[in-house]
């Protein structure tokens, strides 16, 4: 029995790390300017812990094999552990772990505490039981006033954009993110009701949006196309719907789309995601 303990846990150990190596099932490929190094950061962490996780099952399996019950009746010695060894290993693997939490705190900071590049493109997202919406300032460059109290599903103006503001004649709110191929992009992000989470698989970052708080991240896409974004909170009964799409557009799709009014806006985006094929980590494997 002992045998076959000690052959399940290497058979055990063997698979799961094939499950990793063999290339099948991974992220979809990144396409943001800090992919690379989420992705860098990732691959390392996985492949210390997983070093940890081989030699803890294999040395597991050692033990179960040869402190077996062989049926001679041996008594089994106690042990009162041996200090110096704990010291050592409890040591080792604090150094290890917090220098993993200390390179990755790096990767995070890049992303979560620098300020947008200057130009970077505006968009305020505003998350609700179960929908995205982006808001663009228009041709104008200013956002038009909100208020909480003019929020109106039945009249479709999800923001509460307050059309007595002259700035707000040339807003546009969308269901779909529109951003340009290579050009920063700052969202603001907030929530109607309850937390939501921005993510885009393809972007590496999750981004809680929290009712009350305007919370800013940036990033800049470097591929055009379309791609899934997912609410990553559970934030209700239908969270599970809760799904939009990220355009990445070239510069000349781009431009001429954010200088259009409001309802040519709203069409032109309606053909541009059929025009391009969402981008699914699935798609890029061929599931
Ligand atoms: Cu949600």
Not at 16 to 35: D, Q
Not at 95 to 116: C, D, S, Y
Not at 126 to 146: E, K, S, V
Not at 204 to 232: M, N, S
Request: glycine share 8%; with cysteine; net charge neutral.
């Amino acid at each position: 029995m002992g045998r076959a303990l000690a052959v399940f846990l290497w058979v055990m150990t063997g698979l799961s790390v094939w499950m990793f190596v063999n290339g099948r099932w991974w992220f979809p490929t990144a396409i943001s300017e800090h992919g690379p190094a989420y992705d860098q950061q990732f691959v390392l962490t996985i492949a210390v812990v997983g070093v940890a996780f081989v030699s803890a099952q294999v040395a597991l399996g050692y033990a179960v094999w040869r402190f077996r019950d062989t049926g001679e009746g041996v008594r089994a010695a106690y042990s009162h552990g041996n200090n110096r060894m704990e010291i050592l290993w409890t040591g080792v693997t604090a150094v290890i772990f917090i220098t993993l939490a200390l390179l990755g705190q790096r990767v995070w900071w890049n992303l979560h505490m620098n300020p947008a590049p200057a130009g970077a493109a505006q968009v305020k997202v505003t998350a609700q039981q179960f929908q995205w919406n982006f808001h663009y300032a228009g041709p104008d460059g200013l956002f038009g006033r909100t208020d909480p109290k003019k929020i109106s599903d039945e009249s479709i103006n999800y923001v509460g954009l307050d059309d007595t503001d002259p700035a707000a004649k040339d807003d546009t709110v969308t269901q779909t993110l529109v951003t340009q191929v290579n050009r920063p992009v700052e969202l603001t992000l907030t929530s109607r009701d309850v937390t939501h989470s921005f993510w885009v698989p393809q972007l590496r970052f999750k981004q809680d949006a929290v009712p009350g708080l305007d919370v800013k991240v940036h990033f800049t896409p470097q591929k055009v196309g379309q791609y899934e974004i997912a609410c990553a909170e559970l934030c209700g009964q239908q969270h599970y719907k809760m799904r939009s799409y990220m355009l990445v557009l070239p510069d000349d799709e781009y431009n001429a789309l954010v200088a259009m009014p409001q309802a040519q806006f709203q069409k032109r985006v309606g053909e541009l995601v059929k025009k391009y094929p969402v981008t699914t980590g699935q798609e890029q494997r061929g599931y």
